[in-house]
C-alpha cells in the first residue's frame, strides 16, 4: 500500500506556470510508473503525464506536450509536474496516481492501470 498527497495547485493567470508535486509514502517510485491525470466535473479523468523511472521512460498527452515536465526526485520521494505557459483549458482537479511495483516498465495512461491515488488538487487558469 502507498499512500499519494497532491500539492502545489492554484490560481494563475493565462501563460503562468505552476509546479505540482506528488509526495509517496514509500520509498519506491524506482519501482512503479507514476502518472498525472486531470478531471473537470461531468467529465471523465484523463492521462496527463506519466513517468517509468524503471523503465526510464516518459510520455505526455499531445495537449500538454512541449509545456509540461514530469520529473522524479528519488531522495525526496516525489513526483513533480512543472506546467509552464498554462492555458484556460487546462483548468482541472489534478491527481497522481501509482501503479503495483514491477509491473510493467512503461508509463501506463488508462485509469484502470494505476492502483493508487491521491485526492487531488485545483489548478485553475484565468483567461
Known amino acids: 500500500q502507498v499512500q499519494l498527497e497532491e500539492s502545489g495547485g492554484g490560481l494563475v493567470q493565462t501563460g503562468g506556470t505552476l509546479k505540482l508535486s506528488c509526495k509517496t509514502s514509500?520509498?519506491?517510485?524506482?519501482?512503479?510508473?507514476v502518472g498525472w491525470f486531470r478531471q473537470n466535473p461531468g467529465k471523465e479523468r484523463q492521462f496527463v503525464a506519466g513517468i517509468n523511472w524503471r523503465g526510464g521512460v516518459l510520455d505526455y498527452a499531445d495537449s500538454v506536450r512541449g509545456r509540461f515536465t514530469i520529473s522524479v526526485d528519488i531522495s525526496r520521494n516525489t513526483v513533480d509536474l512543472q506546467m509552464n505557459n498554462l492555458k484556460p483549458e487546462d483548468t482541472a482537479d489534478y491527481y497522481c496516481?501509482?501503479?503495483?511495483?514491477?509491473?510493467?516498465?512503461?508509463?501506463?495512461?488508462?485509469?484502470?492501470?494505476?492502483?493508487?491515488w491521491g485526492q487531488g488538487t485545483q489548478v485553475t487558469v484565468s483567461s
Open positions: 496516481a501509482a501503479n503495483n511495483p514491477k509491473t510493467r516498465p512503461d508509463v501506463p495512461m488508462i485509469v484502470g492501470d494505476y492502483n493508487y
Open positions: 514509500d520509498r519506491s517510485l524506482n519501482t512503479r510508473a
